[in-house]
DNA sequence: AATTTCGTTCTACGGTCGTTGAATGACTCC
DNA sequence: GGAGTCATTCAACGACCGTAGAACGAAATT
């Protein structure tokens, strides 16, 4: 059979790198990287854990793949229009949570060496925010802001701090809509 | 020998259960809690890892007692005046880095059985915001408040964001002024 | 000085982990 | 339809973990 048609093995190989690469994601946001172990996510996927490190070489390659996240388009403009793309990716991670990137965050937390395997992978670090801040202190102001998304995205899914778990996202997006005006005018 | 005075056994004793108390602390904050080891906690108190259980009982009531803090006082006044407060207890904390409170913060993002054992304990959950912020939605706005101030102490000690990490503690709460009064103010 | 107390170390068990390499058996191809 | 490929499983290893209990030796008591 030639290499465009794709075989019945072809397709149930990546089948099954999916699910196990899905499952890895979902264990390694809800369970970080420590406590998260080959064997879980193996039996998440069922098959044996061998087959994951076959697939994926180590736990540490496994978790690389897992953090992979398609980079976010950098933010721009003027002061007033960086604000609101921020607040309108922030609606965005606090409706759906943003599995990978809660997967690094967590990760990033308790294994350093995971960290490690993502540096340049901008979703935290900056998130690409640097660039778009000016004016004195831009690169501060942008960690900053960043540090207060992640606060926030952190409070509701991985904390869940009581209302902010549960209260509308919209509403959230309101209050704290002064706060991140306020950080990005120099 | 009587009561009231201690003897030799007694002192180095309680010596070494500060010892070990102080490594844990150092260790959970800088590690987490799955990371850290009886072991690590041992050599780094140079003692032996049986003792740790002799003395402390499991590693969770280990890091139960580690995560122990005093507690903090309940902020209060007007809007104007709870703002001045917290942002005066977040100078303090971007000084110098709250180790215990690190501990548990890392480790709650990480073992979900060492943040049960730290429930009711106030020092994230709230920080006793909540009764300081009134008007409307004053619980929701107590909560993303935490959840900001979290996330700016945890991007300069555990997440270490470049300018973050390095910047002058007065210029990233003079920074932050507006976004906290903001949140303060029904 | 003899005996008891107790702070501390030593040794070991059972369990789980990441990882490996051989074995298996269904699918592919000629 | 027989040989070969390859997705997958099986069994086992060495390392490290939390933990338990016996053993030791210096301080305390008598």
């Known amino acids: 059979m030639n290499s465009v048609n794709e075989t019945t093995?072809?397709?149930?190989r990546i089948e099954t790198q999916d699910r196990i690469l899905t499952e890895a994601r979902r264990l390694?946001?809800?369970t970080g990287y420590d406590r998260t172990t080959i064997r879980a996510v193996a039996a998440a996927?069922?098959?044996d854990p061998g087959l994951v490190m076959h697939y994926f070489g180590s736990k540490q390659?496994?978790?690389a793949r897992a953090a992979?996240?398609?980079s976010r388009?950098?933010?721009?403009?003027?002061?007033?229009?960086?604000?609101?793309?921020?607040l309108e990716r922030l609606r965005a991670s606090l409706i759906d949570e943003p599995v990978a990137s809660l997967?690094?965050?967590r990760s990033m937390l308790t294994h350093p060496d995971a960290a490690d395997e993502v540096r340049g992978n901008a979703h935290v670090r900056g998130s690409n925010i640097g660039k778009a801040i000016h004016g004195v202190d831009g690169a501060l102001r942008a960690d900053v802001l960043s540090a207060v998304?992640?606060?926030?995205?952190?409070g509701r899914h991985l904390l869940k701090l009581d209302q902010l778990a549960d209260a509308d996202p919209d509403k959230i997006v309101e209050l704290l809509g002064p706060a991140v005006r306020s950080l990005t005018k120099g």
């Open 149 to 154: 998304l992640i606060g926030v995205v952190l």
């Open 45 to 47: 996927a069922q098959v």
């Open 68 to 70: 992979e996240t398609e």
């Open 9 to 12: 093995r072809d397709r149930r």
């Open 73 to 86: 388009p950098i933010v721009e403009g003027t002061a007033e229009e960086v604000a609101e793309q921020l």
């Open 61 to 63: 390659q496994l978790f």
């Open 103 to 105: 997967a690094v965050l």
């Open 28 to 30: 390694f946001a809800e």
